[in-house]
């Protein structure tokens, strides 16, 4: 987790690529599935509602022969998500082991997404995607200690390299 031009998804695939796991991008997911007025409304900034990402993930997991070794990208960035996927893994038999919270400060978050130049990094989406994250995402920080799910902060304002030691140096991989 982490805000929007965080590292999530290089760090993700870097993790996936190195360890052979499965990388589930949902922002790649929902660009893939979404389409019409539900893509425009995405492209301006509104996020999916719970249950549309819900089915999206369902169907992809239920696909996998080996959940265990997966990086999850994405998600679950709300509470009801978080609640879904713990209810998930208990059903099925497999764990979440961990949470990599990527912590940057906003300034450079913001630096990383105007040069990245997609489609959805406007200065006006990125802001709403900020205060988004700050409502609905934060809270699951709180969310993850009490649920006894190892939460790691890693300083994600650092190079690609450094940020991607910490986080297999962190969690054993």
């Known amino acids: 987790m982490g805000l929007p031009g965080s590292g999530k998804g290089t760090q993700g695939k870097m993790m996936a690529d190195q360890h052979g796991m499965h990388l589930i991008s949902m922002g790649e997911l929902i660009r893939l599935y979404v389409s019409g007025e539900r893509r425009s409304q995405m492209l301006a900034g509104e996020l999916l509602d719970d249950q ?34 713990l209810d998930k893994a208990k059903r099925e038999g497999f764990s979440i082991d961990h949470v990599i ?4 400060p906003e300034e450079t978050v913001k630096q990383r997404l105007r040069a990245r130049g997609r489609m959805d990094d406007k200065e006006e989406v990125i802001e709403e995607r900020f205060k ?6 934060r809270p699951l920080i709180n969310w993850y200690t009490k649920h006894g799910i190892k939460l790691i902060n890693i300083n994600a304002k650092r ?15």
């Open 132 to 137: 988004e994250y700050a409502e609905l995402t």
């Open 101 to 104: 919270n990527l912590e940057a």
């Open 159 to 173: 190079s690609v390299d450094e940020v991607n030691n910490d986080v297999i140096r962190t969690i054993h991989l």
């Open 52 to 85: 549309e990402v819900i089915g999206l993930l369902d169907r992809v997991l239920d696909s996998l022969s080996n959940k265990r070794l997966c990086v999850l990208d994405g998600f679950p960035r709300t509470v009801v998500q978080a609640e879904w996927l």
